[in-house]
């Protein structure tokens, strides 16, 4: 196998990172393409840090897009209590996304704590 450029090595193991690959497994391919061992444990160090800052980023607009979600349900409720009239289908649905947007505060509010907890790619979040 041959040694390729540090920078395509970097970038490769960055991307490697984001795609859910275990620290370890980055840090031996690291080695693989020439880095020392100091140099490959810094770089995946670097690397985690980034990792987890990209998943706590996903967290909070989870977080945001789920409270708006939220809203839906008591904006459609005063909407239909001033006008004196409620639609169960409309209300229904209304609360669907309201639950929905609980979920996604629940989850985002998982990313941000824990963002070691969060396997795969960061691109399916």
């Keep these: 196998m041959t ?8 970038a490769e193991a960055r991307a490697k990172m984001i ?7 980055v840090a ?7 880095f020392s061992k100091e140099e490959a444990e810094a770089l995946v160090r670097d690397l ?4 987890k800052s990209a998943v706590r980023g996903i967290g909070v607009r989870k977080i945001l897009t789920g ?7 008591i904006v459609t409720l005063i909407i239909f209590l001033s006008i004196g009239v409620i639609l169960l289908k409309v209300m229904a649905i209304a609360v669907m996304v309201g639950l929905w ?3 996604l505060v629940l989850n985002g509010i998982i990313m ?5 907890s969060q396997p795969g790619d960061l691109a399916d979040q």
């Design 112 to 116: 941000f704590l824990a963002p070691k």
């Design 48 to 51: 985690v840090k980034e990792r």
């Design 67 to 73: 409270i708006g979600l939220i809203c839906v349900p």
């Design 28 to 34: 031996s391919y690291l080695r693989m393409q020439g």
């Design 3 to 10: 040694q390729m450029d540090p920078e395509k090595a970097r």
């Design 101 to 103: 947007g609980c979920w």
């Design 19 to 25: 795609w859910g690959d275990s620290p370890e497994s």
